[in-house]
């Protein structure tokens, strides 16, 4: 059974730019959640997704914007991007409570 | 609103000594709480979680955790430290299937 997956592992971009990052949940699990790590600090919050809905959502300003597709799968898209941006993006997917969590898209923007 | 407190942002052990790792959390209500690890590089990983009912955790790797209402706490436990367990940890506690972190653990183990 694959966990989740996320692509790509790492990405370069510039300030300005638009991204988009991908995430496959666990097979069975249809919540996914988004959470931005900064470099040495835990993870935050970003958004929740279900049943193709936007659930909860942390303290993110609108540039950060999501999808969640038929199959449960989801993106991440950031507009606008800033160098604060860098970050190490994680998706979790989950069933009942209990997060399982990708490997994770290391951000840079330059 | 729920928050988590780790106190010390780094804990150096021997190999073979206790690894004891704080936490503490802030909730109206009784939380679900959680302890993950994370390697170089890598995403998080569960080692256990508290939801209802008996308050000592136990979880992978030897770890343990005991749920401690009175104290807030949620302290991370392991009785003799391998150089496989340095790590990053991570305490987290959610209400809503959202997860809020602490900011994390770095645990250095010696030989």
């Known amino acids: 059974d694959a966990g989740v997956t996320q692509s790509p592992t790492h990405l370069i971009k510039t300030r300005g730019q638009q991204v988009t990052l991908r995430c496959s949940p666990k097979s069975g699990h249809d919540t996914v959640s988004w959470y931005q790590q900064a470099l040495g600090q835990g993870p935050q919050f970003i958004f929740q997704?279900?049943?193709?809905?936007?659930?909860q959502r942390g303290n993110f300003p609108d540039r950060f914007s999501g999808h969640q597709f038929p199959n449960y799968s989801s993106e991440l898209n950031v507009n606008a991007l800033l160098l604060g941006d860098s970050a190490l993006y994680l998706c979790?997917?989950?069933?009942?409570?209990?997060?399982?969590f990708g490997p994770g898209t290391r951000l840079t923007v330059l | 609103a729920q928050s988590v407190t780790q106190l010390g942002s780094h804990v150096s052990v021997s190999e073979g000594a206790l690894v004891l790792l704080r936490c503490n959390y802030s909730?109206?209500?009784?939380?679900?709480l959680f302890w993950y690890v994370q390697y170089p590089n890598q995403g998080l990983q569960l080692l256990l979680k508290?939801?209802?009912?008996?308050?000592l955790v136990k979880g992978i790797n030897g770890f343990e955790a005991e749920f401690k209402k009175s104290e807030t706490s949620f302290h991370l436990t392991k009785p003799s430290a391998h150089m496989s367990d340095a790590a990053e940890y991570f305490c987290?506690?959610?209400?809503?299937?959202?997860?809020?972190f602490g900011t994390g653990t770095r645990l250095q183990v010696f030989p």
């Open positions: 909730s109206s209500v009784p939380p679900y």
């Open positions: 508290y939801t209802t009912g008996a308050t």
């Open positions: 979790a997917s989950s069933l009942r409570r209990e997060q399982f």
């Open positions: 997704y279900y049943e193709e809905e936007e659930r």
């Open positions: 987290a506690v959610s209400l809503t299937d959202k997860l809020i």
